[in-house]
């Protein structure tokens, strides 16, 4: 059994960053891929960047690439999302998510673990 935990968001103008974490409980963390997905009102929720068991691998959505970067620390049962540049387009609430399966864990199906969230407000 592996438990989620979000934290990190908040209340950012356009442009500026936040950086989101994700804690762990288990000792499996290492086992798992991690993955980030967001959910806007209105909106189904959209992949948003996985990073591989190692930390060696990241994947990102179009949207995000090139201003959002996954790492984490294996030894802190920790995960992270550093979001830059950030747009009002942006704003949802952001979870985690864990899984063995990298392809179904960027489906967003099926997935073993999610956290509980953490509402991300870019401002204009």
């Known amino acids: 059994q592996v438990q989620l935990v979000e934290s990190g968001g908040g209340l950012v103008q356009a442009g500026g960053s936040l950086r989101l974490s994700c804690a762990a409980s288990?000792?499996?963390?290492?086992?798992?891929?991690m993955g980030w997905f967001r959910q806007a009102p209105g909106k189904e929720r959209e992949f948003v960047a996985t990073?591989?068991?190692?930390?060696?691998?990241?994947y990102y959505s179009d949207s995000v690439k090139g201003r959002f970067i996954t790492s984490r620390d294996n030894a802190k049962n920790t995960v992270y999302l550093q979001m830059n540049s950030l747009k009002p387009e942006d704003t949802a609430v952001y979870y985690c998510a864990a899984d063995r399966l990298g392809s179904r864990l960027r489906a967003g199906r099926n997935v073993d673990y999610w956290g509980q969230g953490t509402q991300v407000t870019v401002s204009s």
């Open positions: 990073i591989s068991a190692s930390g060696a691998i990241t």
């Open positions: 288990g000792r499996t963390f290492t086992s798992y891929i």
